[in-house]
């Protein structure tokens, strides 16, 4: 029996993505607010990744139709995304151990499939929850909840890593511990001040966490 469940979080934990998103965010803005004088806002765009995308522009108030565009450079660019140095052998070091590893992201499961596979890592996670398939997006608990279920693993033993606020707050609305990174989306400073259980700056810091929680 798998003794922990480890989730992790996409765009800022996994791969390094953030080039491509500005890059999908900003021709959309312009392709859809042609009339707009001001500044694209991608400051605020980017405080909300982890989120749906359709929930991020929502709440932007931005058009919906953005959305689409989005989502058709990220997968036209998808090959420059690449893996965090160093993450593929910590996931590696979790999936020895034979612990229950997992993905929840606010992307849909297009653009994940093609960006794990073009990673070759996909083999390496027992489930993989995408933003199109659970009724509510982070920080809803849903794409959690979605692996306790499957894992059968106590949320005492369950982790979510990620790498910003909605992340956080993912992790408390399902009653399980959050492990935040700065090397993604967030800063230290904006994370600390969401209060995770754990925060670390590197993925060296990351796998010595999971070492000292006795997970490695």
């Known amino acids: 029996m798998k003794k922990y469940c480890i989730i992790f979080d996409l765009d800022g934990v996994i791969v390094d993505s953030k080039q491509v998103i500005r890059e999908a965010f900003l021709s959309a803005y312009e392709q859809v607010m042609v009339n707009s004088i001001d500044m694209p806002p991608?400051?605020?765009?980017?405080?909300?990744?982890?989120?749906?995308?359709?929930?991020?522009?929502?709440?932007?108030?931005?058009p919906a139709k953005m959305a689409p565009i989005i989502k058709q450079i990220t997968i036209d660019f998808s090959s420059?995304?690449?893996?965090?140095?160093?993450i593929k052998k910590t996931i590696?070091?979790?999936?020895?151990?034979?612990?229950?590893?997992?993905?929840?992201?606010?992307k849909d499961r297009a653009r994940v499939e093609k960006i794990l596979r073009e990673q070759c890592?996909?083999?390496?996670?027992?489930?993989i929850v995408c933003s199109d398939e659970v009724i509510?997006?982070?920080?809803?608990?849903?794409s959690i909840e979605k692996h306790i279920a499957k894992s059968n693993?106590?949320?005492?033993?369950t982790y979510f890593v990620g790498d910003s606020?909605?992340?956080?707050?993912c992790a408390r609305n399902a009653d399980v511990k959050s492990i935040a990174v700065s090397y993604g989306f967030g800063?230290?400073?904006?994370?600390?001040?969401?209060?995770?259980?754990?925060?670390?700056?590197?993925?060296?810091?990351?796998?010595k966490l999971f070492k000292k929680i006795s997970i490695l």
């Open 92 to 106: 590696q070091l979790l999936y020895d151990k034979r612990h229950y590893i997992g993905i929840a992201t606010g």
């Open 80 to 86: 420059q995304i690449k893996l965090f140095p160093g």
């Open 42 to 62: 991608f400051d605020i765009f980017i405080s909300k990744i982890g989120m749906r995308l359709e929930d991020i522009l929502h709440e932007m108030e931005l």
């Open 165 to 169: 606020i909605i992340d956080i707050q």
């Open 136 to 142: 509510s997006g982070k920080p809803h608990p849903d």
């Open 153 to 157: 693993i106590p949320k005492d033993n």
């Open 121 to 127: 890592i996909t083999v390496l996670f027992d489930k």
């Open 187 to 207: 800063s230290t400073t904006e994370l600390q001040s969401a209060s995770p259980n754990y925060l670390v700056e590197n993925i060296s810091e990351l796998e």
